[in-house]
């Protein structure tokens, strides 16, 4: 896949105290103390992801809910960001085709399979211009980009800003991470799921594929990652 085409996704916004917030909440449940005491007494780290993977483990989903995280996300289709909007815990605030009129070419992303056929990627090429033309034509006649825009195509880029919860964000990389989901979403999940990753190490066994998680496929048609479930 060619550089250019890949989603542009950067972490702005997380917790310094990820692990002992989540740790606090987890405590709190479980102990007479104080949750303050326990926050203030919550420096053993091995002690603190124990006690977070038992009860993630569990499904005491609620003590994870308390981490909220930003991502500044560009560089990504329309038809991507449609799906991700699909997820109803996440708050998202999108460059508007109502507000910013394109000027000329409109910027655009190529699906891998078009790219790598040199005689489909010119058609497809040309077709954005001819789109571009055709939005033009409207807007210099006086309509309205938000009218003008009907013409844009899915493939159009777009940026979005995105905030959610650490409970939202495993079960989109449990959905969206399995090679059934859609080449495009797949790599902007995996690319927010490596930022955080790269912060909050311990992170790394819960930004997984579903099939990770549950130690079996299912999906109808397997990627084989996972032995299917035989029921
Ligand atoms: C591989 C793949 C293919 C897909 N194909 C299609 C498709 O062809 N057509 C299509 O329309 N969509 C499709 N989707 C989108 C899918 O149907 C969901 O809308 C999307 O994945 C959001 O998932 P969710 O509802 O689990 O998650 P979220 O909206 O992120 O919600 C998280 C969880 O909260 C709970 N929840 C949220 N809202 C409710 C509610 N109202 N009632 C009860 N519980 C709730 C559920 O437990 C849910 O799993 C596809 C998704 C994937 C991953």
């Known amino acids: 896949m060619e550089e ?18 989540i ?6 449940c479980y102990s007479a ?3 303050i005491n326990i926050y203030n007494g919550a420096d053993d780290e091995e002690k603190m ?3 977070i993977d038992r009860v993630v ?12 995280v930003t991502f500044a996300i560009s560089n990504v289709s329309r038809a991507c960001t449609h799906q991700l909007v699909r997820h109803r815990h996440m708050s998202f ?37 001819e789109i571009s033309k055709k939005y033009c034509e409207f807007t210099e006649a006086g309509i309205p980009a938000e009218d003008a825009r009907a013409v844009l195509p899915n493939a159009c880029a777009t940026s979005v800003v995105t905030s959610l919860n650490l409970r939202e964000l495993i079960h989109i990389a449990n959905l969206r991470l399995c090679s059934r989901a859609q080449y495009e979403i797949r790599m902007m999940v995996k690319a927010m799921c490596d930022e955080l990753i790269k912060v909050e190490p311990w992170l ?20 084989g990652r996972k032995p299917k479930l035989e029921l």
Do not use: W
């Not at 740790?23 to 709190?28: D, E, F, L």
């Open 204 to 223: 790394k066994p819960y930004l997984v594929p579903k099939c990770e998680r549950l130690g079996f496929c299912d999906e109808d048609k397997s990627c």
């Open 93 to 129: 605030s999108q460059k508007s085709q109502r507000y910013v009129k394109e000027k000329g070419q409109f910027d655009y992303l190529i699906p891998p399979t078009i790219e790598r056929d040199p005689e489909l990627k010119k058609k497809f090429v040309d077709f954005m211009e």
């Open 49 to 51: 992801l124990k006690l």
């Open 4 to 21: 250019n085409n890949k989603p542009v996704v950067n972490l702005i916004s997380r917790p310094e105290n990820m692990l002992k917030t």
């Open 57 to 68: 483990g569990s499904g005491h989903y609620s003590v994870i809910e308390h981490i909220q």
């Open 23 to 28: 740790y606090t909440a987890a405590r709190t």
């Open 33 to 35: 103390d104080l949750p």
